[in-house]
């Protein structure tokens, strides 16, 4: 079998995870149109009848404002070492600028083989991706290939599949081959809300968020009881999550709701509490350990 670890490197929201859901062919890990979405490192497992690849989704790189942020960014580039190749997404329609030259850096110091990924294609004209094609080329060290993809369409997703594919090696099966993350069931039940929680909410409220399951038990009905926290930075924050007689909570709980009932194939009891905690983004280590900040800075 052949079989490697691929990380997934860039700034935010340039659709790192869409690009690993898009390649598996169903949404796996949460996506939103607003930066810093993904805070932990998460590895995709990606199986066939001869290979096996490991995508380790990572955190945007910025440039952080908040400790979890300097979790999150090195979380990202630990990444980056330790993995046979590294896609260096890049936004097809921001083009290559100084946070895409931060990205870059990192890459370069790591020595790690790189495949340049210019995703959004469906947003930009043929003409101007030559001319980003080149200067990735350019900027990557140890650049070897270009790939042009759109997370949306599936432009480009087959073609990615099979460079990375032409570049694994001999190798041993890492993972059952029916598992596809692995990250238990009580962080995929956590992400889905954050992601309700990234969805609807604006400004700093989704990044001020945290999400906690502190119970799930299955009771005699075949009903899965998921009993979770949702942390905010402030009261008033607090106030939008709830919403207006509790609109809010009720719109963030009915979507995640069915999206695990889908995910488990099982009717879920989602019971959801919002708290405040006063700047854990900076200081709150119970909440960074909770949500799996720890290992990925103890690694
Ligand atoms: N039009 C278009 N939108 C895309 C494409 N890929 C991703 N998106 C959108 O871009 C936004 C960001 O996607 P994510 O996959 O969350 O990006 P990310 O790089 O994982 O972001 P972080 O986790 O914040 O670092 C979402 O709104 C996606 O729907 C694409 O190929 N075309
Ligand atoms: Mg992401």
């Avoid at 949702?230 to 979507?255: L, P």
Wanted: some cysteine; glycine content about 6%.
């Amino acid at each position: 079998m052949e079989s490697g670890f691929v990380a997934l490197s860039g700034k935010p929201n340039v659709g790192k995870s869409s690009l690993v859901n898009a390649i598996l062919g169903r949404k796996i890990l949460i996506v939103s149109d607003k930066p810093q979405t993904t805070r932990n490192r998460i590895n995709v497992i990606y199986t066939d009848d001869n290979s096996q690849i490991v995508f380790v989704d990572t955190p945007g790189i910025h440039k952080p404002l908040y400790r979890l942020g300097e979790y999150m960014v090195k979380a990202a580039v630990t990444a980056l070492k330790g993995v046979d190749i590294v896609l260096v997404v890049v936004d097809a329609k921001d083009g290559i600028k100084k946070p895409e030259k931060f990205v870059f850096e990192y890459v370069n110091k790591s020595g790690t083989k790189a495949i340049g990924v210019i995703n959004k294609i469906d947003l930009v004209s043929k003409t101007r991706l030559l001319e980003l094609s080149r200067v990735v080329e350019k900027e990557l060290e140890n650049c070897i290939g270009v790939i042009k993809t759109s997370a949306v369409t599936g432009e480009g997703i087959k073609e990615l599949l099979d460079v990375i594919k032409n570049h694994l090696s001999e190798g041993p099966q890492f993972y059952p081959e029916d598992m596809v993350i692995d990250r238990p069931f009580a962080f995929m039940a956590s992400e889905i809300v954050r992601e309700k929680i990234f969805q609807y909410t604006y400004e700093e409220v989704p990044h001020s968020t945290a999400v906690i399951v502190e119970e799930i038990k299955e009771r005699e009905n075949n009903v899965i009881y998921i009993r979770a926290n949702i942390y905010v930075d402030r009261n008033s924050q607090k106030g939008i999550i709830i919403g207006h007689k509790g609109s809010m909570i009720k719109k963030i709980g009915q979507d995640a709701r069915k999206e695990l009932e889908f995910l488990t194939n099982q009717k879920i009891y989602l019971d959801l509490h919002v708290k405040v905690k006063r700047n854990w983004r900076d200081k709150d280590f119970i909440i960074l350990n909770e949500i799996g900040m720890r290992d990925d800075i103890n690694q």
